[in-house]
Every structure is written in structure tokens, then in C-alpha cells.
């Protein structure tokens, strides 16, 4: 039977793995968990990897050419998440491990905290409700409706492209900024990033983190938008510049943002952006539903059997260079 360890910190494990998966991977393979309410060091995880076939990764657990080289029966290294950034797969490549991605269930998930945030900033409800809650003084203020606004979506992927259906129902204009075609269609409009930035009234950022995407979102970017707007982020960190985020709300020019990804570890917001009266943060937890991480979880878990049963499962990314998965048809024939 097939030896895989899941890399989880053990207090992440019901959240970001959760039970069904963990029963079905049980069914299929012996399991080894991270014993520590932490992520592994580089050393401990080799050491916990000992006479395993294949680790299940958590998001935070990277691929560095060490781990693969360290460990000659490790044959997969799959991923509990989409981004594999932090896996050096030419490495993994050269030493014969497959490396996979899970794909993203939490689209619905992210695009829905998108529109309750929007929402938030618009009528300063947690604003209100932190104050109230404290007894301080209550100032109202004239809030925003969604309704005949206009939303800026830099980025159009399955995420921007379910947002935009949301954002539609609730009677928004949407602009769309994306090197690809966009089919037409009433109240949605593809145009260039200026005029988006300058016409909407809500600026969403789930443009993919590339070195040429790296600080998107920079101190001329943010002068170009419109007066008075809302910034919000919820795709990496890195696509915004934080001193010229921080500028753009402290003159005034922005009305506030939300963010739910930043520089900080573990892709949250900075202390110093969220401590801002004019910043809603969360800590990276719009894709925290049961059904989204049920579904990169499981997804998981039918990678693996696909691979016991001697097939490339979909989400591998370098399924040619592979060796080490002989050595699991070696020991079944």
C-alpha cells in the first residue's frame, strides 16, 4: 500500500483538509499527518517524509530542489492548492517527481466575499457596527448602493468572470480589463486598464501573479482612478505596491479598500495596511467555505488514486518527466 504524508499543521488540518477527505484517503493509502500545530522546517519535513511514496501539501509547504534530492521514493508531491509557485517544479522535473495542482473550487466562494465587501465599504457597516458595539458616538453617513455602480475587474478569469454575473445582477455597470477577447453583452464592457481605473467606482484585482504583473497596482495606478472610489484585492498580494496603496488612502483620494490578501505570511494583509480606519482586512479566508476546500481536498485524494492505479491524473504539471512513479508499478506487478 501506498505511503503518503499530509504536510498540514495539525490545527489546519480540519479546516483546510477536513474529514471526508481525510476518511477517503485512509481507504486508499496508509497516511502519515504533520503531528505539529505549525508548518515544517525544510529539515523536519525530510525527516517526516521518510519511506513515503507521495506528500499531500498544504499551501504553505514549498518544493525546493533539497526535498526532492533528499528523498529518492518520493514520487508525487501534490498540492492541496492551485498555486505551486513555491515548488521548483524544473527540479522536481530533473529528480522524477510528478508534481500536481488542485483546481479552484472557491471560485464562488471568493467572487461572493468580493460582493459582501463591496457592499461593507459602501455602507460602512462594520464601521458602524465597531463603533456602536463600543459605544462610541454614531456619525451616519450617505451610503453607496451597488445598484448603477460601476465595477472595474482587472483580471478576468473564472473568478472575475463570476463576480461579473454576480455584479451584473445587482444592476452594476461592469468594465472589464483582459488581454483576451470578452464577448459583448449588455452593462459589460471590455476596455484599457486607464479607462477602467478612471470610470469605476469599485476597482477589483484578480489579475494572475506574474514577475510582469508584480506592483499592478502602483502609485500611478492608484492617482488614475476615480475620486472617492474603493479598492479591493482579493488575488495576490504582490500585484499592489503598499506604500502607494497606504498614500492613496491616507490623502483621501481612495474612500477605503478591502483586502483579503497582502505581503504578509501566508499571503494576508500587512499589519499596517489593516490596522487603517479606511481598510477592511481579512486574513485570506475568502476562499474558506467547506464546499471550496472540500473540493481541492478531494480532488487531492482522486489524484492519488488515480496515480495508484497506474493513470496521470488531470491537474499534473510535468507528467513526462515522472520516473519515480515506476517504482510504484515495480512494487504492484
Known sequence: M??????????????????????????????RFN?????LGADELVAALQGCDALIAYR????PESLFQCLPGLAAFIRCAVDIRTVDVPAASRHGVLITQASAGYVPAVAEWIVAAMIDLG???TAYAMDYRAGRPVQPFMGRELRDATLGIIGYGQ???????LALAFGMHVLVDTPQPVAGQPRLKQVTRPELLASSDFVVCLAPATPQTENLMDAQAFAAMKPGAFFLN???GELVDDNALLQALDSGHLAGCALDVGRAPDQMPTPELARHPLVLAAPHIGGLTQPAIEHQALETVAQLKELIQGRIPIGAVNAPHATRLRQWKARQS
Open 2 to 31: 501506498i505511503t503518503v504524508f499530509v504536510s498540514h499543521p495539525t490545527n489546519k488540518l480540519a479546516q483546510y483538509f477536513g474529514p471526508r477527505a481525510t476518511q477517503a484517503l485512509q481507504a486508499i493509502a496508509n497516511v
Open 35 to 39: 503531528s505539529e500545530a505549525r508548518d
Open 60 to 63: 504553505q509547504t514549498p518544493g
Open 159 to 165: 473568478i472575475g468572470q463570476y463576480l461579473g454575473g
Open 234 to 236: 482579493a488575488a495576490r
Open 123 to 125: 455602507r460602512g457597516i
